[in-house]
C-alpha cells in the first residue's frame, strides 16, 4: 500500500488516494481465482479444476479482478487510516481510479470528527417541573395491587363487565371462516378491550351455557387487509363465567403481599417509590431540556456519516428491544406499514441532535481539561462487573477500554453542564377572587319581561376573567471552571 495523497475537502471530508502495487494485486488475485474457479466452467475440464491462465484467455485478463479488489481494498485502506494517522468516524466512500495488471489506485473519502465552535455552555436555563403524589395515586396503586391478588370464583348469573368469560368462539365472512378467528376455552375479560370493538359488550348479560352470534364490523384500518372494513359474525359458545373477588383492605393484606405488617406501612412504601420515580422524571427532563440545548450551541461542518452512523445504532437498539419482546423488526414495521427508510427519517432528527450532544461534550472535555484516572477505569469495569455478574477479566475482555473512557468523559463533561445550569420553576397563581355580583333592586313582573325582550341574554351574562399565569425562577449554585 502507497498512500499517495491527502487532502481536506468540506463537510469534515479528508480524501485519501491510495495506491495498491504489483505484488499485492497479484496475490490478491491468485486468492480471488481460488475463491471463485468452483463457479468457472471451461469446454474440457471438470468445474473447479480450470487452470488460471486458460480462464483469463477465454474471459479476459481482469476477469478476477473485480473480487480481487474487493479481497484486498479494506486492508490497504485501514493501513492508509493508520499511516495517516485518521480517526474515522463512519463508513468512507470509495473510488477506483485507475486498474490494470500492475496494480490499481483509488480514492477514499473519509468522514473524520469535524472542528466544534461551543460557548455559552454553563448557565443554560431550563424548567425543572415540580410534583406532588396524591393520595389517590396511592389509592390506585392500591387497587391494582388487590386485582393482581384477586381471587377468581365461577359465578351463575349472568356476564357483567369486569368478569372473566371462558369462550369457544370462530369466526365468518361472508359465511366463510377466516384464518385466526377461531379459538377454544379462551379466557376473556370483558371490558378489557383485547378484542374487536363490539364484540366483548355483547358478552355482558349472558351466563354459562349459552351460545350466540355476535355480529361485528372490523374497522377500517384492520391489520389484516382482507377483513378490514367488514361485517363478521362469531359463533360463541359461553363455558364459564368467572367473577374478581378482591381481598379485603386490611393488615393481613399488607402482609400477604409486601413486607410490611400494616396497610398504613405499605402505603407509606408506595409513597416513597412514586415520589423517588416522579424526582427522577422530573430531574431526567431537565437533564434532557439541557442537553437538548447545550446542542443547539454546537457550530460544526458535521459529515452525513456520523448521523447515519447514529441512525444505524438507533434502529439496531429499537429492533434489539422488540426482539426481546418477541416482536421480529420485520413485523413492526409491517403491522405499523412503515418502510425501514421511513422509519430511518422519523429518528433523523434525534439522531443529529445526539451527534451534536457528543460533540459538544467532547469539546467540553478539552475545554475543560477533563482526564480519565487509572482508578476512574477501575471503578468502571468494577460496577460493570457488579451489574453483569460476570468476572473483571471477562468485562476487559468485552469493553473498550478506550470507548469507555469516552463515555465516562462525556458523562463528567454531561454532569458539569447540568450543575452549572439554572432552574426555572414554574408557577401558576391562584384565579383571582370573582367580583361580587351587583344584585339589581326587585322590579314588578311586567318591567323584567321588558327588560329581557329589549336586552340580548349575551350583554347580561357576566364575564369571567382569566388569572395571568406567572414565572418564578431559581438559580442553581454556578458551578466554578475547573482549571
Known amino acids: 500500500m502507497n498512500l499517495k495523497n491527502t487532502e481536506k475537502k468540506e463537510h469534515s ?32 475440464f471438470r468445474k473447479g479444476k480450470a487452470p488460471r491462465a486458460l480462464i483469463e484467455k477465454m474471459y479476459g485478463e481482469s476477469f ?10 479494506p486492508a490497504a485502506y485501514e493501513a492508509a487510516l493508520e499511516a495517516s494517522e485518521i480517526d ?48 389517590v ?51 376473556l375479560e370483558i371490558g378489557s378491550g383485547s378484542f374487536i370493538p363490539g364484540f366483548e359488550e355483547q358478552i355482558v348479560g349472558r351466563k354459562t351455557g349459552d351460545e350466540i352470534d355476535v355480529n361485528i364490523d372490523f374497522p377500517a384500518e384492520y391489520h389484516a387487509e382482507e377483513l378490514a372494513g367488514k361485517p363478521a359474525v362469531f359463533k360463541v359458545k359461553i ?31 408506595i409513597e416513597k417509590n412514586l415520589t423517588e420515580s416522579r424526582e427522577n422524571t422530573v430531574k431526567s427532563a431537565f437533564e434532557n431540556s439541557v442537553m437538548e440545548q447545550l446542542s443547539a450551541k454546537v457550530e460544526a461542518d458535521i459529515p452525513n456519516a456520523m448521523i447515519e452512523a447514529q441512525l444505524d445504532t438507533i434502529v439496531e437498539n ?17 403491522m405499523t406499514g412503515s418502510t425501514l427508510e421511513q422509519m430511518r427519517e422519523i429518528y433523523r432528527p434525534q439522531a443529529e441532535t445526539q451527534v451534536k450532544i457528543g460533540l459538544a461534550l467532547d469539546k467540553i472535555v478539552e475545554l475543560e481539561g477533563l482526564v480519565m484516572s487509572e482508578d476512574d477505569v477501575e471503578k ?9 455478574n460476570m468476572p473483571i477479566e471477562q468485562v476487559r475482555i468485552a469493553v473498550n477500554e478506550k470507548e469507555m473512557s469516552i463515555d465516562l468523559l462525556r458523562g463528567k463533561a454531561s454532569d458539569l453542564v447540568v450543575e ?8 401558576i397563581e391562584e384565579p383571582a377572587p370573582e367580583k361580587p355580583k351587583k344584585v339589581p333592586a326587585k322590579k314588578p313582573a311586567a318591567k323584567k319581561a321588558a327588560d329581557k325582550a329589549d336586552k340580548p341574554a349575551a350583554d347580561k351574562a357576566e364575564k369571567a376573567e382569566k388569572p395571568a399565569a406567572k414565572k418564578t425562577t431559581k438559580k442553581a449554585a454556578e458551578k466554578p471552571n475547573q482549571e
Open 137 to 187: 395515586e396511592i389509592d390506585e396503586e392500591i387497587e391494582r395491587m388487590r386485582k393482581r391478588n384477586a381471587r377468581i370464583e365461577n359465578v351463575e348469573r349472568e356476564a357483567k363487565t369486569g368478569d372473566t368469560a371462558v369462550i369457544d368462539f370462530k369466526g365468518f365472512v361472508d359465511g366463510v371462516a377466516f384464518d385466526g378467528g377461531k379459538a377454544e376455552k379462551y379466557s
Open 64 to 73: 478476477f479482478w473485480e473480487d480481487a479488489v474487493n479481497e484486498s481494498y
Open 420 to 427: 452549572a445550569a439554572v432552574e426555572i420553576a414554574e408557577k
Open 13 to 44: 471530508i479528508i480524501e485519501l488516494t491510495i495506491e495498491v502495487g504489483q505484488e499485492e494485486f497479484k496475490e490478491a488475485v491468485s486468492a480471488a481465482y481460488k475463491k471463485n474457479r468452483g463457479s468457472v466452467t471451461l469446454p474440457g
Open 318 to 334: 429499537m429492533a434489539y428491544r422488540m426482539s426481546s419482546q418477541g416482536l421480529p423488526f420485520d413485523q413492526y414495521l409491517q
Open 88 to 135: 474515522a468516524v463512519g463508513k468512507a466512500e470509495m473510488e477506483i481510479v485507475e486498474i490494470t495488471a500492475e496494480g490499481y489506485t483509488f480514492k477514499a473519502n473519509v468522514p473524520v470528527k469535524p472542528e466544534v465552535s461551543l460557548s455559552d455552555y454553563k448557565g443554560i436555563e431550563a424548567v425543572k417541573g415540580a410534583f406532588a403524589v396524591a393520595d
Open 239 to 269: 363455558h364459564e363465567v368467572k367473577e374478581s373477588v378482591l381481598p379485603e383492605l386490611d393488615d393481613e393484606f399488607a402482609k400477604d403481599v409486601s413486607e410490611f405488617d400494616t396497610i398504613a406501612e405499605l402505603k407509606a412504601s
Open 380 to 388: 468502571e469495569y468494577t460496577r460493570l462487573s457488579e451489574q453483569y
